[in-house]
């Protein structure tokens, strides 16, 4: 980030103080002066050969004849397709999640899921083509309409209004989809279930800010939770019911393609406030109480973890579940002993709900694992570490604390002073190269950086114009924290590649976000993002893949219409423009926010709208 940081964020002014030059200074510069203007009129005589002069930084003409347009504007289908260096894929492709594919996953054992886990294509496996819009494809509604409502034709999928018809997820209604808020454990609707809830953890005080869904089905228990002012990562596998998480994202709602198989979730340790899961057929006792474990490990200190659905209340619903009373009493026992086993409190079990609560600190845990022998602690692994990283069967400590009455690793503000507050991680000095200082900065120059955004396309001031975004290098969060009080969500990734892990960082800020490694596919469905924020990614990234399959896969989540915001050093937004113009978006650089002199630029691109042909 050009211009604003010494640490890999932020880059502080100095003020140089200059001597005044003498006499004999003033004329040996001015004899020097002279000496190189003859030289360079000789060797740029016709009769002499110069070696090429530096290359200056190139003038951005930042005022044209045509200016980029952000609104939207198709209200029925076109189908008709401009030429372009690269061809639209096959309709077929209208869904394609690379590293979800169903051919290449059925290659894996089905044991553990592991088949519904992360497999990229290889290199020579990525397709160079632009993945269509479904025929007929609209703009989603705007946000909080869309919450209950999507059209049919952005999702064509009915499998679902049959299959959980009784149980009110989903109903079309014409031309569109009505989402009820229903969910199988939510007879009575979400809010009603989150009510329930209420009674039980405070959700209205500020102190719980993330969630965690697993198996979220249509996302209606995170999207019910926004009104409370509590932001839920939301996640289930491809198609374990059609499109689940594509009607999440349709209805503006943050989710993620992800099971719980053999590898970590993409998530930092002591991440979420608050763990749910709502029948969401997770075996939790299974494999040594390995994926309770791993819940553990992205919970904070004091974090709570909901259940519903089998095997809570068994007793009154074991006839409708077609399970014996004993097997479900031996399911729920091993749940309690393995919640136990991580030193867990359960809260309270009322009616279809139980809620567990993570300790503070783990003073008490670490003394009794002379009683309690397993799970050990674990005492290598960094707990952050989280792309490909295999599941363990052992605890992932917290941060040593002083006292029992310590929260370890720090205690969090309440939401929305979380926002702003310097986070624990940066305060213990854990994170390398910043401080408090310059996390304040950071939070300045960003709002600053924000609305420069706003005047360059006035759009984004539009409510409603934007939903669902994503900052493909977000570092601190500072582009998400400016926008907070905005009616969007920000997706913040921190690349694997990243010099500093800061997610632990945008978590403790009361943000959501994951890890991502921009040479492969994001675990999404196409036409996921309204808006793309990408600063310094191809800079991040050059030499280590192609611009171009970074640019395809940008195109792929990218809704029509979409914008993209590119901060990159001059030179390098050239070449990013050349491609993007090949891709049908217009574009066009623009001045840094500190004027013309920045070798850093901003490029402004707008995805256009076309569709697969009718059938």
């Not at 360079?40 to 951005?60: F, L």
């Not at 209004?161 to 979400?190: H, S």
């Not at 926002?419 to 190269?433: D, E, F, Q």
Request: neutral net charge; charged residues 25%; contains cysteine.
């Amino acid at each position: 980030m050009a211009g604003a940081m010494t640490t890999p964020y932020t880059k502080l002014s100095h003020h140089q103080h200059m001597k005044r030059p003498n006499l004999y200074q003033i004329t040996t510069l001015s004899v020097l002066c002279s000496l190189f203007y003859l030289l360079g009129v000789w060797q740029h005589s016709p009769n002499t050969t110069s070696p090429t002069p530096p290359k200056p930084c190139p003038t951005i003409q930042t005022t044209q004849s045509t200016t980029l347009d952000f609104k939207t504007h198709h209200t029925h289908n076109v189908t008709d397709q401009p030429n372009s260096s690269y061809p639209a894929c096959d309709v077929g492709f209208s869904e394609y999640t690379p590293c979800e594919d169903t051919k290449r996953s059925l290659k894996f054992p089905r044991e553990k899921l592991l088949y519904r886990e992360r497999h990229c294509p290889e290199k020579e496996e990525l397709m160079r083509c632009l993945v269509p819009s479904p025929s007929g494809y609209r703009n989603p509604f705007e946000w909080p309409t869309s919450r209950d409502l999507a059209w049919f034709a952005n999702v064509p999928h009915k499998e679902l209004t049959v299959e959980k018809a009784v149980q009110n997820w989903i109903r079309v209604e014409g031309d569109r989809f009505r989402f009820p808020g229903g969910g199988t454990m939510f007879p009575r609707g979400a809010d009603a279930y989150i009510d329930g809830i209420e009674e039980l953890v405070p959700l209205r005080d500020g102190s719980i800010r993330t969630a965690i869904d697993t198996g979220c089905g249509v996302a209606s228990w995170g999207g019910y939770l926004l009104s409370r002012n509590i932001i839920t990562m939301s996640f289930a596998p491809k198609d374990s019911h059609e499109a689940q998480v594509q009607f999440a994202l349709e209805r503006g709602v943050p989710a993620m393609i992800g099971v719980m198989a053999s590898n970590r979730l993409p998530y930092p340790s002591r991440a979420f406030d608050m763990a749910h899961c709502s029948r969401c057929l997770i075996p939790w006792a299974q494999y040594d109480g390995q994926f309770l474990i791993e819940v553990d490990r992205v919970l904070r200190p004091g974090g709570y973890w909901i259940l519903s659905g089998p095997p809570i209340n068994w007793k009154t619903h074991y006839k409708g579940w077609e399970r014996t009373k004993e097997d479900l009493n031996a399911e729920q026992t091993s749940i309690e002993n393995v919640a136990r086993s991580l030193c867990w409190k359960k809260i309270k079990e009322k009616g279809d709900l139980a809620i567990w609560q993570k300790p503070t600190n783990h003073i008490h845990c670490k003394a009794n694992r002379r009683v309690i022998k397993t799970p050990q602690f674990c005492s290598s692994r960094d707990p952050d570490s989280a792309w490909y990283t295999k599941m363990e069967t052992c605890i992932t400590p917290l941060p040593e604390a002083s006292n029992i009455r310590e929260v370890a690793g720090g205690e969090l503000k309440r939401w929305p002073e979380r926002l702003t507050a310097v986070p624990p991680r940066i305060l213990s000095g854990s994170i390398k190269g910043v401080s408090p200082d310059t996390f304040k900065q950071d939070t300045e120059l960003w709002k600053r950086r924000v609305g420069h955004y706003k005047r360059a396309n006035n759009q984004l001031s539009k409510k409603g114009r934007y939903r669902n975004l994503l900052d493909m290098n977000a570092r601190l969060g500072g582009f998400a924290a400016a926008l907070a009080d905005d009616p969007v969500w920000v997706m913040n990734v921190v690349p694997t590649i990243a010099p500093v892990n800061t997610l632990g960082v945008v978590y403790e800020r009361g943000l959501i976000g994951t890890y991502q490694d921009w040479c492969e596919a994001m675990s999404t469905y196409p036409r996921t993002y309204d808006l793309i924020h990408a600063d310094s990614v191809f800079t991040l990234y050059n030499d280590r893949c192609e611009m171009e399959d970074i640019l395809l896969e940008m195109d792929r989540i990218l809704r029509p219409e979409g914008t993209v915001i590119f901060r990159d050093d001059v030179d390098m937004l050239v070449k990013v423009k050349a491609v993007a113009d090949r891709m049908r978006w217009e574009s066009m650089i623009v001045d840094h926010e500190d004027g013309p002199m920045e070798r850093e630029k901003i490029l402004l691109a707008v995805k256009t709208y076309w569709t697969a042909p009718a059938q």
